[in-house]
Each structure stands twice: as structure tokens, then as C-alpha cells.
């Protein structure tokens, strides 16, 4: 029995040609079975293969067809948002990794002179910290990223 949560609503009819977005949904569907353990990285290529290659609807169906049926996922609309998009969250992980070594550095070099030395990582960390919390404050990017993602 095939539930609608994992299949097509499709009109089956032979010879019923398949659509880009039909395709793209099975291919999200072997995803999900890739990352469930279901599936072997060589299948899923074998599968996705088949998917692109394929013309109509059945065809499509039968890639699934040994497969179990998957939960119904979220929408779209309804997923939380974090509050920085996931380009900021990048560059805030690179200054602190980056900000973490320059600060490791200067201890190594204070630890081994026996005094502390001019504290020269504050020149790495704080402009470039602050460009980060500017462009956090301002908002600029995350809007253009919200309006793009409710579109």
C-alpha cells in the first residue's frame, strides 16, 4: 500500500512522461534513504543515475519500489529559522577558530620570553569581530536571505 506521504500523488497512466520537479522529489526521497543507512553510496548513485535517465512516471516509481515508506517530512514554510543564515554562522566559526590559534600563539610566545608580550592578537580579533557584529546588527544579509527564503 502506498501512502502519500512518500509517494507521488501521480495519475499513473502508461507512457505518462515525468516532470523535473518529480524527479527532483525522488531524488530527495533516496537522499533520505541514503542518510536512513538503507541505501550504499554506489546504490544511491546506481538509483539517482536511473532517476535523471528515466522519462516517465511508473519508471520513476519502480526506483522506489524496494524501498520502505518514509515519514511525512515538514514543510517547507513551517521549519524554524536560526537567526543567522548559514553563511554568517561560517564566518563567525572561522573568526573564533582563527581568533582561538592567534591567542594560543601569543601565549606560546609569552610562556617561553617568561613575560607577557604586546598583545598583538587583539588587532586580528577585534576588527574583524567587529565587522562581523556590524553586519549581524545591521541585518542587511539577513533580510535579503529571509525575503529569499519565504519566496
Given amino acids: 500500500m502506498q501512502r502519500p506521504t512518500e509517494r507521488i500523488d501521480m495519475d499513473i497512466t502508461t507512457g505518462t ?7 527532483a522529489h525522488i ?3 533516496l537522499g533520505r534513504h541514503l542518510s536512513d543507512g538503507r ?10 543515475t536511473r532517476v535523471y535517465a528515466t522519462a516517465t512516471r511508473e519508471d520513476l516509481q519502480l526506483v522506489l519500489q524496494d524501498l520502505p515508506e518514509l515519514p511525512k517530512t515538514v514543510a517547507p514554510q513551517s521549519i524554524s529559522r536560526t537567526r543567522f543564515p548559514i553563511w554568517q554562522q561560517i564566518e563567525g566559526s572561522a ?4 581568533s582561538l590559534l592567534c591567542l594560543v600563539i601569543w601565549a606560546a610566545i609569552s610562556l617561553t620570553t617568561g613575560e607577557f608580550t604586546y598583545a ?6 577585534g576588527p ?3 565587522v562581523l557584529v556590524f553586519r549581524v ?4 544579509e539577513s533580510a535579503a536571505w529571509n525575503r529569499h527564503r519565504t519566496r
Avoid: C, Q
Avoid at 541505501?39 to 539517482?48: M, P, T
Avoid at 573568526?95 to 582563527?98: A, H, M, P, R, S
Avoid at 598583538?120 to 580579533?125: A, D
Fill in 137 to 140: 546588527l545591521m541585518g542587511w
Fill in 95 to 98: 573568526w573564533l577558530g582563527v
Fill in 39 to 48: 541505501l550504499d553510496l554506489a546504490e544511491y548513485n546506481e538509483r539517482l
Fill in 17 to 23: 512522461r515525468a516532470s523535473d520537479a518529480e524527479r
Fill in 27 to 29: 531524488a530527495d526521497l
Fill in 120 to 125: 598583538w592578537p587583539i588587532w586580528v580579533i
Fill in 128 to 130: 574583524w569581530g567587529a
